[in-house]
């Protein structure tokens, strides 16, 4: 069965930094691209980057740029985000996915206030 | 506001078709396959339809995707108070490089 588990969510001020991780089981993890979406409270999806199977490409929506980076670890079936330089309008649930969304996590909160 | 466009709602009575429209471009649409979710309240999405048409093992062939152009459509026959729910499309776009969505249909079964 495959699964896919967020952590590392949390409360965080502005400015600061967060790194979110994603448990893969169930797959070939190495076989497939994965996505983080995000979902702000009481919106819609938004796609925030992924990543090509061997790590080799990665893409990001723009306001993310420069601020976000996704990475994997193969070896160990995770799925990483990390987020610097984070701002209100970043809080949501962030989502982990694969390929093009055929699973999906249960998603972890993101809050960015002081 | 989204780069794909959908009717932020839509209704229909039990056993009723309905249909929700998904309105993109040449960039997206246009020129690549279209998915569609389905999120019930407080819960994840779930991959409803991809490849414009098809379903994934276990999804009731009441569901059904379409696509002409730079719009896409999906199709709910049979309407059941369980397919209340928020139904999202998205789809890659060539220009951005990366995923866009729809922003969203809420459909209530009245």
């Known amino acids: 069965e495959v699964q896919l588990v967020e952590s590392g969510g949390g409360l965080v001020q502005p400015g600061g930094s967060l790194r979110l991780s994603c448990a893969a089981s169930?797959?070939?993890?190495?076989?497939?691209?994965m996505t983080w979406v995000r979902q702000a409270p009481g919106k819609g999806l938004e796609w925030v980057a992924n990543i090509k199977e061997d790590g080799s490409e990665k893409y990001y929506v723009d306001s993310v740029k420069g601020r976000f980076t996704i990475s994997r670890d193969n070896a160990n079936n995770s799925l990483y985000l990390q987020m610097n330089s984070l701002r209100a309008e970043d809080t949501a649930v962030y989502y982990c996915?694969?390929?093009?969304?055929?699973?999906w996590g249960q998603g972890t909160l993101v809050t960015v206030s002081s | 506001q989204s780069v794909l466009t959908q009717p932020p709602s839509a209704s229909g009575t039990p056993g009723q078709r309905v249909t929700i429209s998904c309105s993109g471009s040449s960039s997206n649409i246009g020129s690549n396959t279209v998915n569609w979710f389905q999120q019930l309240p407080g819960t994840a999405p779930k991959l409803l339809i991809y490849s414009d048409n098809q379903r994934p093992s276990g999804v009731p062939d009441r569901f059904s995707g379409s696509k002409s152009g730079t719009s896409a459509s999906l199709a709910i026959s049979g309407l059941q108070s369980e397919d209340e729910a928020d139904y999202y499309c998205?789809?890659?776009?060539?220009?951005?490089?990366?995923?866009?969505f729809g922003g969203g249909t809420k459909l209530t079964v009245l």
């Open positions: 169930g797959f070939t993890f190495s076989m497939y691209w």
């Open positions: 998205a789809a890659w776009d060539d220009s951005l490089n990366g995923w866009v």
């Open positions: 996915a694969r390929r093009f969304f055929d699973y």
